[in-house]
């Protein structure tokens, strides 16, 4: 088992920056792959990226390749999403997941524990 708190999010203009953070409970946060979904109003929950036990693979929706970077900090049990040039269409709210597999998974379907999900709202 595992609990998941995501913060970070927040109100921000188009081209800024923001860095969520996911903090994990539990003793067994390295062995699990863990991934950034979000979901907009009326849209289905995607994922945004993904992330291996060990960070030696991780995944990204076409739409956030070269601008997001997803790691971790197994020794703190968190983990991290830096966004950068945000645009308008990725306001959402946020969830980070985990999957005790060794697996890249990338829909949410997949996931067993979830946070709370935190907004991310980009002006124009």
């Known amino acids: 088992q595992v609990q998941l708190v995501e913060s970070g999010g927040g109100l921000v203009q188009a081209g800024d920056s923001l860095r969520l953070s996911c903090a994990a409970s539990?003793?067994?946060?390295?062995?699990?792959?863990m991934a950034w979904f979000r979901q907009a109003p009326g849209k289905e929950r995607d994922v945004v990226a993904a992330?291996?036990?060990?960070?030696?693979?991780?995944y990204y929706a076409n739409s956030v390749r070269g601008r997001f970077t997803i790691s971790r900090d197994n020794a703190e049990n968190t983990l991290y999403l830096q966004m950068n040039s945000l645009k308008p269409e990725d306001t959402a709210v946020y969830y980070c997941?985990?999957?005790?597999?060794?697996?890249?998974?990338?829909?949410?379907?997949?996931?067993?524990?979830w946070g709370q999900g935190t907004q991310v709202t980009v002006s124009s």
């Open positions: 539990g003793r067994t946060f390295s062995s699990y792959t």
């Open positions: 997941a985990a999957k005790a597999s060794p697996l890249m998974l990338t829909t949410h379907r997949e996931y067993d524990f």
């Open positions: 992330i291996s036990w060990n960070a030696a693979n991780r």
